[in-house]
């Protein structure tokens, strides 16, 4: 199996507003990048959302690594976090967050209505925010002799690769990153001049 060079995720939030027999259900989906960020965003919409009966979530995590969460938050089991998670999977999605706050409009909607109601508000925050494709970055690490920076940092840039860290005394470190893609390409050249990173 060939390791993968790129992931689904969000470029912008979306929302969506999904009303049920009095009960309103409102999406949130957001891009986000480890679990701090999560609660980050969590903690903004309990926030705002004080008065709501509930707030439901799931996430995926990890680019290689998958990890997810699915939250009912005192909703029957598996009402509300799994269908909203099948919803972030369906896409293939990962690095998302969705958060479906709820307000009780006094009419039970029964296990069938209340997931059927949490997969669509979860779709529509999905669908209304914009869905990207981004390489995955690898990082490396490189020692060079100062007369040779100029050559490396040439090949790197060539890559599209971005410097994330320099220490410019002889011998230069540079902490670097670039798309997996084009990794072998850029880790050949580098060999040829005598590096191995």
Known sequence: MSEKTHYKTLAKS?????KEKASKHYGFAFHVECEEHVKTELNALK??????????YAYVLGIDKIQT????????NNTAGMPI???????????TL?????YFGGTKLGTGG????????????????SIVEKP????????????????????IRQAQGEI?????????LLRFAVARFLAQKLLDKLLLLGFNC
């Open 164 to 172: 994330i860290e320099a220490d410019y005394q002889d011998p230069c």
């Open 69 to 76: 969460r699915a939250f009912d938050d005192g909703e029957p």
């Open 14 to 18: 979306g929302t969506f507003l999904h």
């Open 98 to 102: 969705v958060v479906v706050v709820r």
């Open 136 to 155: 995955i970055m690898v990082h490396y690490q490189i020692q060079a002799p100062y007369p040779l920076l100029s050559e490396v940092l040439g090949i």
């Open 47 to 56: 926030k705002k959302y004080f008065d709501a009966t509930h707030h439901c």
């Open 85 to 95: 998670l099948g919803q972030i999977q369906a896409l293939a999605l990962t690095q």
């Open 114 to 129: 209340l997931m059927q109601a949490y997969k669509e508000t979860a779709k529509g925050a999905l669908l209304d925010a």
